[in-house]
């Protein structure tokens, strides 16, 4: 079992940034990947970046250049770098792990963009 705790979201202006944080606890195995998704109201949750055990990353095309997500393995944490953001960005933001078919989510943290 794997429990993730996310925090950081909030109100930003456009054009601003934030930082996401999640504490990641429990056993992962060694072909594990970690990510953020985001959902908007009454849409399907959505995967913005990801990062493989192996640290290789990958991106939601509308968010290349502007995000960035890391991970520190002594800490057990994994972060979501986002900048110039904008209000379409405005969602509820999750970490994940995904391993061995199960996916794990945490409660999610509001990001809202806007002036």
């Known amino acids: 079992q794997v429990q993730l705790v996310e925090s950081g979201g909030g109100l930003v202006q456009p054009g601003g940034s934030l930082r996401l944080s999640c504490t990641v606890s429990?056993?992962?195995?060694?072909?594990?990947?970690m990510g953020w998704a985001r959902q908007y109201p009454e849409k399907e949750r959505e995967s913005v970046a990801t990062i493989t055990s192996g640290g290789r990353t990958s991106y939601r095309e509308s968010v290349k250049g502007r995000f960035a997500i890391s991970r520190d393995t002594v800490k057990s944490t994994l972060a979501l770098e986002m900048n110039n953001l904008k209000t379409e960005d405005t969602a509820v933001y999750y970490c994940?792990?995904?391993?061995?078919?199960?996916?794990?989510y945490g409660q999610g943290t509001r990001v809202t963009v806007s002036s």
């Open positions: 994940y792990v995904l391993q061995s078919g199960n996916i794990y």
């Open positions: 429990g056993s992962l195995s060694s072909d594990h990947y």
